[in-house]
């Protein structure tokens, strides 16, 4: 019985992943992911690189921002409605990674867009500070 049990709920996890890979496909098979999360790849560009990053594609659901010679980048993952954004920032040799996965972010208007990398920057921000402070003072 308990093998049934197992089974089914196994059963329902494949089903669910697969139903929002189909999803997702959907989403991206009128732009592509970039353009999708413009508003997001817009501020984030801004700040970070002074508006001068460029984005890179790694496949159909992810990308990279970046730019040459800078000590920072940062990737975008799509998948199953949701977005993971990693932020890497180096200072004088050493990386933090600051990681921010966004639940449920298939239609969201431009409103949210802003809200999403409005935070990211915030705690991005925070982030930094207390890494160049552990690196200068330790």
């Known amino acids: 019985m308990i093998w049934i049990l197992v089974i089914a709920v196994i059963g329902f996890i494949i089903f669910s ?8 496909n959907e989403d991206l098979r009128h732009t592509t992911l970039t353009e999708k999360f413009e508003v997001i790849v817009h501020n984030l560009n801004e700040e970070a690189f002074n508006g001068n ?5 790694l496949d159909k659901r992810s ?6 010679g800078k000590n920072q980048i940062i990737q975008f ?5 949701n977005l993971t954004i990693t932020w ?5 040799q050493k990386e933090i990674v600051h990681e921010k996965t966004c639940n449920d972010v298939r239609n969201l208007s431009i409103f949210e867009q802003q809200t999403i990398a409005e935070n990211m920057i915030k705690e991005m921000n925070l982030v930094i500070e207390k890494h160049q402070n552990d690196v200068t003072n330790g």
Not at 17 to 24: R, V
Not at 88 to 92: E, L, N, Q, T, V
Request: glycine fraction near 14%.
């Open 17 to 24: 992943f697969l139903k929002d890979a189909g999803k997702d």
């Open 53 to 57: 990053g460029q984005t890179t594609s």
């Open 63 to 68: 990308f990279n921002l970046f730019q040459n």
């Open 77 to 81: 993952q799509y998948g199953t409605g």
């Open 88 to 92: 890497r920032y180096k200072y004088f």
